[in-house]
């Protein structure tokens, strides 16, 4: 089963894999988590948010996310989600489900490989089907 990850595209925008739909900056996408694995991901809780200016490299900016049980399941969250239980990136705290938190928005979201929701939704349910 193949593992996806949500996050909101940055600057320039893209094009879905699946239908070729034009898809804009800050809209949430969806990316192949194998296409992303040399990417490390930035999280951290309300009290070790970082400064801009202390960002990490690579990062671009923060954005709020919520903690939730399954990612990218729940039609009425408009922002980014982390599954519950990682880890912060500088406390090691494990985040619980509904626990507000930030994430750095890096580059490799803005192009390569992404799905828009629809396309997402699809390529899950033959997952599933398999
Ligand atoms: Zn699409
Ligand atoms: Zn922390």
Do not use: N
Request: charge should be negative; glycine fraction near 14%; charged fraction near 30%.
């Amino acid at each position: 089963m193949r593992e996806f990850i949500s996050g909101r595209l940055v600057s320039g925008g893209g094009v879905c894999e699946g239908c070729g739909r034009r898809l804009r900056a800050g809209e949430k996408v969806y990316s192949l988590a194998a296409e992303v694995e040399e990417m490390r991901e930035y999280l951290y809780c309300q009290g070790c948010r970082p400064s801009e200016d202390e960002l990490p490299e690579g990062v671009l900016s923060l954005e709020p996310a919520l903690a939730v049980e399954e990612p990218g399941t729940d039609e009425r969250t408009l922002g980014i989600e982390v599954k519950a239980g990682s880890l912060c990136t500088r406390c090691g705290h494990a985040f619980e489900v509904r626990e507000w938190l930030f994430v750095g928005v890096v580059e490799g979201l803005h192009g390569g490989f992404i799905y828009c929701r629809e396309c997402y939704l699809q390529e899950k349910l033959e997952d599933d089907e398999e």
